[in-house]
């Protein structure tokens, strides 16, 4: 259920969609607040409220509401403009911040609530030469006025809003915080209680494939629903895949381990292969490797030669050491998980930790050679990681990669100055790591 509600609040329509709901609600609600007080002969003259007849009433909020129309058909003209220069410059991965930006949500949807609200509003209005008889909303129009007052103030946040958003510190901020969310849940600081190793087990015969019916990118895999089929159905569900790999039609998910005298109903079947939900996109929630790509994208895309910003490569890179450092301090998470009975219900997979070294220090080799300032930051970051690392495995890629980094320094044409002075810092970095030097803990001075 968080995973739908979770999808929703990032689709661009669902937030104008129930701002849109609640402004036609309102709109009823007060227009019969206002028949229920003139049908009791509640006199407001005198009160804060503003009165005018129906025609000035019809004027007010035909204006309200065509202003309105327009405001909002040119907010969306500038967030689609915003999302073509993001696109074009940072990469198209990253039109679905903008798209899930709760502040252009909010924004589109009270301009649009504020017009379905005046139109709700207009047509109930009544006049003598209508239908012989005068109803004007007395309320309803004033709640328009200042509705009117406030979508005043919501235009000037959202030039601001828009402004910031396309800023390359911002763009960088939102994506290395959706890295620590992935890191966060794909990599907990403690294991969860129904963790198990993974090794060891006796896995029963394959009782069964469970076999994609539709081609795309695995957004996400419900384990909690897979270890409950399980333990309903006493089986081993071994997972082959991970949230971000592409599959086709036919080819296999997991397998579902029991013996052949077991019974396991086609249900059953449906309900496993209904735990992968497949899209066409990558989202980063629980693929921690499209985190990764999302913001050496950047770096890359800042560094070729239409864009030339080295200065911004460098902040995609030490943004991406703090996701980095986080996953290697991390104990590698199990990959089995037991029932309620204690007993190993389901296997997965889980993204390896070097990989993802790998793919942020290949990038900073292949594409920012060139660029003293992006080959400090690399060196930077591999340090950083190196010295946090806490797994064997993680320390050797780091190295591995200096290593490599170094190569190609020394046979690259390049500043032989900067050169020098980088190969220099690399062996630091190196002699650094194999020591197992821990990094400094920042000192809080109160002055």
Not at 167 to 174: D, F, K, P
Not at 406 to 431: H, K, Y
């Amino acid at each position: 259920m968080k995973e739908h509600l979770a999808k929703l609040r990032e689709s661009f329509w669902f937030i104008p969609a129930v701002l849109g709901v609640v402004a036609l609600v309102l709109a009823q609600a007060l227009v019969s607040l206002d028949r229920y007080l003139l049908d009791t002969r509640v006199d407001l003259t005198g009160s804060l409220l503003y009165h005018v007849g129906a025609s000035g009433s019809r004027d007010i909020l035909g204006a309200i509401g065509g202003s309105m129309l327009g405001v909002a058909a040119t907010s969306f003209s500038i967030t689609i403009s915003v999302l073509a220069t993001a696109s074009s410059s940072y990469g198209p991965r990253l039109v679905r911040n903008f798209m899930a930006d709760r502040g252009n949500q909010v924004v589109l949807g009270i301009f649009g609530a504020t017009f379905l609200y005046s139109l709700m509003v207009l047509r109930s209005i009544r006049s003598i030469e209508s239908d012989g008889s005068v109803f004007v909303p007395d309320i309803a129009v004033n709640v328009a006025v200042a509705l009117a007052v406030v979508d005043v103030g919501v235009l000037v946040y959202f030039i601001h809003h828009i402004a910031q958003s396309i800023q390359v510190a911002t763009l960088s901020a939102r994506v290395r915080d959706e890295l620590s969310e992935s890191v966060d849940a794909l990599y907990p600081p403690e294991q969860p209680a129904d963790a198990a190793s993974a090794e060891g087990i006796v896995k029963p015969p394959v009782y069964t494939t469970v076999l994609a019916e539709e081609s795309g990118v695995i957004i996400d895999i419900d384990e909690n629903g897979l270890l409950d089929i399980a333990a309903d159905t006493d089986t081993l569900i071994d997972i082959h895949r991970v949230p971000g790999d592409h599959v086709v039609a036919g080819e296999p998910l997991a397998d579902v381990l029991a013996d052949r005298s077991a019974d396991i109903s086609a249900d059953a079947i449906g309900r496993v292969r209904g735990s992968f939900d497949i899209g066409t996109s990558r989202t980063p929630r629980h693929d921690i490797a499209f985190a990764v790509e999302q913001m050496t994208e950047m770096a890359v895309r800042a560094l070729s030669t239409g864009v030339n910003d080295p200065y911004t490569a460098r902040n995609a890179i030490d943004d991406l050491t703090v996701g980095l450092v986080a996953v290697v301090q991390r104990p590698m998470p199990s990959r089995a998980r037991r029932g309620s009975d204690g007993t190993v219900r389901v296997i997965t997979l889980r993204v390896a930790v070097p990989s993802l070294i790998d793919h942020a220090l290949d990038a900073v080799r292949i594409y920012g050679t060139g660029s003293p300032m992006v080959v400090q930051a690399g060196i930077r970051l591999a340090e950083r990681v190196g010295r946090a690392a806490q797994s064997s495995e993680n320390v050797d890629a780091v190295l591995t990669q200096l290593d490599l980094l170094d190569r190609a320094l020394a046979s690259g044409d390049t500043d032989t100055a900067r050169t020098v002075e980088a190969r220099e810092q690399i062996s630091l970095a190196t002699t650094a790591i194999t020591d197992r030097v821990p990094l400094a803990v920042p000192r809080v001075v109160i002055r």
